[in-house]
């Protein structure tokens, strides 16, 4: 029997979920039968870490995981990745000898011995191994006609046939995600499940323009996806009883956008990033040309095949992460740092660090001008307008020592920063080059917000409760109605309204 069964649906808002309500009804007999509400992600609200912080209930200073990929202080590449040793729920639930799976949970690249199974989640290089035990692989491969872990495409308006070769991309990754999760509970018959599905964030990023568009053919994806996911969870749900616990939920939510900021332009433009002198000399970059060309010119199954063909350092090159490792590469090598106070590395808040090194012979490690120029960032940025409508923009700010606590805080971002229009987020951009501090075509129409949703059934859940929680509550809560300890250094505080009578009396002893 699955004691526990735990369904990530990634980007899933409240918002949207209350507006289709009446077409989830696997979603909506869970919110009447258990306890739901709105769940608050972590900073930065992004797969990576989210879901980590959510399997541990700790921030990301006490793991020392930031982003799928990222660079901080140091300006030196960080690839996010899950260890043993940062104490995720599926670890703490085998060493207690339950038996555990973890399926496509994004950032589990490399897998690790597990008691039971894992399935990495994306990004995975291709060519490497991506479960353990690693036979695993081989059985899955030959049973769903060749697992896939992630679309190795990009936005709809680089592929050939555009929306409809993306949307067909999606389809195939979500139905032998979900066949093959039904075929683990099958095999493995753990005690502990653990998935994700990445069906609804991907249609967002790209169809959520289409939402206010009636006589768009594309009006109804986003709800469409909506409706394929619940029906999912509606599946997924035949392998409980009602002795099981089932906690639905998302990562973060989603809101759309029409608008991009260049912080980095801006930085620029208010004295306080420097870029060297364009004269010298720039090395010529082949990959991402070389990437665009093959996603435009060759079918999708064609381009499998040169990604399963391709040398593995070589195809690397040809995914979505090495992309982003340029982007960055490239932002790190224009920079000035010598005469630099500060610089962004974006994501969906402006992350800013205080170049504290090299600026002025490091002036900047002094506490009082480090608190000072944080404090002009702040307002320089309260004080931005929207470049449509001229009204002011509101901005949020998450200043390191009020936001991240661990032995990695020194890792963390001086300053996050989300700004938000009226009705909408506002897209951050960190290219130079430029000169243009705000455009109207970001490359994606929805950005990632910290608003997700959760919701919970099992022996002793409330029926019909509204309870809003954070993200890191999840976990301990989950590990004491499981009977387990709880990590003393957690985050997350146990939500003693789930609990029944007897586990309430053991969890305050």
């Not at 002025?360 to 506490?367: C, F, R």
């Not at 243009?436 to 608003?451: D, M, Y």
Request: proline letters at 7%; glycine letters at 8%.
């Amino acid at each position: 029997m699955v004691k526990a069964m735990i369904i990530g649906l990634d980007a899933a808002s409240p918002p949207l979920i209350e507006r289709w309500i009446d077409r989830l009804p696997n979603l909506r007999t869970l919110y009447q039968s258990g306890t739901h509400g709105t769940l608050l992600s972590i900073v930065p609200p992004s797969s990576v870490p989210a879901w980590q912080c959510f399997a541990t209930g700790k921030n990301p200073a006490k793991i020392g995981v930031w982003g799928f990929l990222s660079i901080g202080p140091d300006r030196r590449l960080r690839h996010g990745k899950t260890t043993e040793e940062i104490g995720c729920l599926w670890d703490t639930c085998g060493k207690a000898g339950l038996r555990v799976g973890v399926f496509n949970i994004p950032g589990t690249y490399p897998p690790y011995p597990v008691n039971g199974f894992m399935v990495s989640g994306f990004p995975t290089p291709p060519g490497k191994d991506w479960a353990y035990p690693k036979d695993l692989m081989k059985r899955l491969d030959q049973t769903v006609d060749g697992y896939e872990i992630d679309v190795p495409l990009t936005k709809p308006s680089e592929m050939r046939g555009g929306e409809e070769a993306y949307l067909a991309q999606v389809e195939r990754l979500h139905t032998k995600s979900l066949e093959s999760a039904k075929l683990l509970l099958e095999w493995f018959k753990p005690d502990l499940f653990f998935m994700t599905l990445q069906g609804i964030d991907m249609v967002q990023h790209d169809f959520s323009r289409y939402m206010d568009r009636p006589e768009s053919e594309y009006s109804n994806v986003v709800r469409d996806w909506y409706i394929r996911l619940d029906q999912a969870v509606g599946e997924l749900r035949e392998f409980t009883t009602p002795e099981t616990y089932l906690l639905a939920l998302s990562d973060h939510g989603s809101m759309p956008i029409t608008t991009s900021f260049h912080v980095n332009e801006y930085l620029k433009a208010q004295g306080i990033l420097k870029v060297k002198n364009r004269s010298e000399k720039k090395s010529r970059e082949i990959y991402t040309p070389l990437r665009k060309m093959i996603l435009k010119t060759l079918p999708p199954n064609a381009i499998k095949a040169v990604y399963r063909l391709t040398p593995d350092r070589i195809a690397h090159k040809l995914t979505v992460s090495a992309q982003h490792e340029r982007t960055l590469t490239r932002l790190v090598d224009s920079i000035d740092w010598s005469n630099t106070k500060a610089f962004s590395t974006g994501g969906p808040q402006a992350a800013i660090y205080i170049n504290s090194t090299n600026y002025n012979a490091g002036s900047l490690q002094n506490p009082e001008l480090r608190a000072e120029l944080v404090e002009n960032l702040e307002t320089m940025l309260g004080e931005l307008t929207h470049p449509s409508t001229g009204e002011r923009i509101r901005a949020v700010y998450h200043r390191r020592e009020d936001t991240f606590q661990g032995p990695y805080a020194m890792e963390a971002p001086d300053l996050a920063v989300e700004l938000f229009g009226k009705d909408e987020k506002i897209h951050i951009n960190i290219t130079l080059g430029s000169g243009e501090i705000w455009t109207f075509a970001p490359h994606l129409s929805s950005e990632h917000v910290r608003e997700g949703f959760w919701c919970m059934t099992g022996p002793g859940v409330p029926k019909n409760l509204r309870l809003d929680a954070s993200i890191l509550d999840l976990a301990p809560t989950l590990q004491k109605m499981l009977r387990l300890e709880v990590s003393q250094d957690v985050d997350g505080k146990i939500l003693t309204q789930l609990l029944g009578q007897a586990i309430v009396i053991h969890a305050e002893d």
